[in-house]
């Protein structure tokens, strides 16, 4: 936490972001995007993820809601009512903020395994209702009509668009995470995380810290998946609502290392390989879910800390790179 | 001399059980008052109601002239009190000077990371623990955490710092190190509770003692006073007329 240094640790992501950004335009090859958007897409919800998981040390089993809930209400307005993609991205965004903080005013008062069960209900919950709720299209959900494409000059230069766009939500999401980390704020975090009565004692206003934590960690999920919503071209509520999603999310912090900048990334690109090679293996097609259960079971039982946890113990000199 | 802490008629039970019953006194600012008692006598209940972790049922606490009783235990740091744990309780993951950066950052002054990182390693010089300053927290030892306790609590500048058996588990010369330590805190005008069952120190360093048994205030006064009461003898050792009591029967 020395000055000087303080922008160092930030670097590294950085880069990684920007090489997952250039690859596709270098090579000009739209099956190299869709590679990176996939990636990039993991590094953005699993960095947002991490403010909460790795820095507060709250696990959340259910933080696939805020990207599928502000995907809704996203595509709600932009397909519905006729409104542009910015304006769109923006209401997803604090539509998934303002859920946070109502949800943390209710749930952040619970602590372990009991947050960890109420994140899964609420996500079953947001499921039921979007199945059931007429504006947002049911159980068939919203197809969006090709005219919204032809403000940006077609649906071909508009997936071309959100592929930038979801890049810029990335970087977002690094710097606030680099922020967070540096910040007054997060040292309150890491003291929650580390011993919440202990942080209480000493003056951190918990209930405070804890719900703008969450508010924080859901707006950018909110974006990605107004974005995604937007490219994919419709949404319903198992693709918005995947209970399977928040776990890999959870394994991609945890791989990577939580509670630092870097981990996040490391994991979500390690485990979307992984899985690209699981999902086209013949043998491991059908088991890919297992293999992250499993992965998941050897990460907690032998590398806690994640593998920039684990090169930070082992190595101190690299603390200062890898933050 | 004003009064900084003022209990008054402070009761608080746990089912069945009476914790404190009636607990009443006023602090003078500057004084070192020690609180003794035997197990489960109620004195970490008493840090726990004055602090805001677990408010009383009954009673008042006033604070700098303002009651304080029903506060969360955020808002006394804030308001300039501050305590060590029994049990210490450092954040092992953070480093020594985060830890205590975390106290500067949110008491009484709420400072800035930066000027919390000077007060730190200003307070780690003070309490002796500077060379660890890098250190994860976890991996002190018990003299060392029970220092960092200090530290922490001292770096959120209190006017009213509550000492939870700092000497407990240290030898004779940690807690001679640790004795001078807290005079040197009383000389910088940070007023003291402190509880503790190391008697030697406790009688050296306090100006008043107030001795608690079943959540009762059975005693009160200078160290001197408090070392010959005969209820205090009782508390601690059983009724020292017992025999000849026994004898007259017999």
Known sequence: MKRGHRWLGILLPLLVVAGLLLYPVITDNESNRETSFTILKAIALASSLNILLGYTGYVSFGHIVFYGFGGYVGIYVVNELGWSIWAGLLVGGLASGLLAFLLGKAILRLRGAYFALATIGVNEAMKAFANNFDLFGGPIGMVLNFSVYKPYGGAAQALSMTFFILAGLTFAALIISHLVRTSKFGLSLQAIRENEDAAEVMGVVTPDAKTWAYVLSAIIPGMVGVLFFFKNGHVEPPLAFPLHASIELLVMVMLGGQGTVLGPILGAFAYQGMRGYLVTSDFFKDIQLSVSGVLLLLIVLFIPAGAVGWFRHRIPSLRRVLA | ?250
């Not at chain 2, 009636?22 to 726990?48: C, M, S, W, Y």
């Not at chain 2, 955020?74 to 308001?79: D, E, K, L, Q, V």
Request: glycine share 8%; proline share 4%; with cysteine.
């Open chain 2, 1 to 250: 001399m004003s009064t900084i802490l003022s209990i008054q008629q402070v009761s608080k039970h746990f089912g069945g059980l009476q914790a404190l019953l009636n607990v009443t006194f006023d602090l003078p600012e500057g004084q070192i008052l020690g609180l003794i008692g035997p197990n489960g006598a109620g004195k970490t209940t008493l840090f726990n109601a004055i602090n805001g972790v677990y408010p009383p049922e009954e009673g008042r606490i006033i604070f700098r002239d303002k009651e304080v009783t029903h506060l969360k235990t955020y808002r006394h740091a804030r308001m300039g009190m501050a305590r060590t744990h029994q049990i210490v309780q450092p954040l092992n993951d953070l480093s020594v000077r985060e830890n205590v950066m975390v106290g500067a950052c949110f008491g009484r002054e709420n400072m800035s990371l930066a000027h919390a990182s000077h007060t730190a390693d200003e307070v780690l010089e003070f309490v002796g623990l500077s060379p660890r300053a890098d250190q994860l927290a976890g991996s002190l030892n018990v003299a060392q955490k029970k220092r960092l306790e200090m530290a922490r609590a001292l770096a959120s500048r209190p006017y009213l710092l509550l000492l939870d058996e700092v000497l407990a588990g240290l030898n004779s010369s940690e807690i001679e190190a640790m004795t001078k330590t807290v005079l040197n805190i009383r000389e910088q005008g940070i007023t003291i509770i402190m509880i503790e069952h190391v008697m030697k120190a406790v009688m050296n360093v306090s100006d008043r003692i107030i001795v608690l048994d079943y959540g009762q205030q059975i005693a009160e006064g200078t160290p001197e006073e408090i070392a010959n009461h005969p209820k205090v003898i009782e508390a601690y050792l059983g009724d020292p007329k017992l025999a000849e009591k026994l004898m007259e029967e017999g």
